[in-house]
């Protein structure tokens, strides 16, 4: 099966840093990768994803990396916005009917 | 419609009572997905619908749980005799086709609490 957790709960920055979210899954087979954004009372939107036969995908300010080898996977987040305030949570598998998804971690951002 | 909209946004209900929960995805996709998010865990698969085939229910936790879709547009979870453990937030979402890898559109969720 697969487990997919986060290494930290919450993660505060400052407006304007950059910010790191970290995530470790353990089925070596999962080849999709997705990043999640959650607000507060919304359902999670998505914010990029990424596929096993690739390292590094860039999107509009975020960049998600994955190592296959430690499987881990990271979202980077250049620039950030209060506006970017939420829990952000990965998923993995293999297509979406089989992925597992992380608990969160809630990035607060301070103006 | 502009998304993925569900009903009720918040339901409060006793146990051992039955609950319906609505999913109305975006026009066009023939995809629709249930999950299940409980405090502090992640994401929980239940059960997707793809067009006219049959439904993958291998995520539904018992058989109180059910799942219908009308129409190939409007979906309905029920939970039957529900338990204090069934609260969540249960989230619909919908993609155009179902591909493995089509980004899938989330519903607000349906909040349930059951005293």
């Known amino acids: 099966g697969e487990s997919v957790g986060l290494h930290l709960p919450t993660l505060s920055v400052q407006e304007g840093d950059n910010s790191i979210i970290n995530c470790a899954y353990s089925n070596s087979a999962s080849d999709y990768f997705i990043w999640y954004k959650q607000e507060s009372g919304k359902g999670p939107q998505f914010i990029i994803d990424?596929?096993?036969?690739?390292d590094k995908r860039q999107g509009q300010r975020v960049t998600v990396l994955l190592n296959k080898t430690v499987k881990h996977l990271s979202l980077q987040i250049a620039a950030t916005q209060p506006g970017d305030s939420a829990v952000y949570f990965c998923a993995a598998g293999r297509g979406y009917s089989t992925l597992t998804f992380g608990k969160g971690t809630m990035l607060l951002v301070s103006p | 419609g502009a998304g993925v909209s569900q009903s009720p946004s918040n339901k409060v209900t006793e146990k051992g009572k039955d609950v319906e929960l609505r999913c109305d995805p975006i026009s066009g996709h023939t995809a629709l997905y249930w999950y299940r998010q409980s405090l502090g865990q992640g994401l929980e698969f239940l059960i997707y619908?793809?067009?006219?085939?049959?439904?993958?229910k291998s995520g539904l936790p018992s058989d109180r749980f059910s799942a219908e879709r009308t129409g190939g547009s409007v979906s309905t979870l029920t939970i039957q005799r529900t338990q204090q453990e069934d609260s969540a937030v249960y989230l619909c979402?919908?993609?155009?086709?179902?591909?493995?890898?089509?980004?899938?559109?989330f519903g607000p969720g349906t909040r349930l609490l059951v005293l």
């Open positions: 619908f793809q067009g006219n085939s049959a439904p993958d």
């Open positions: 990424i596929r096993s036969n690739m």
């Open positions: 979402a919908s993609s155009l086709n179902g591909g493995s890898e089509e980004t899938q559109y």
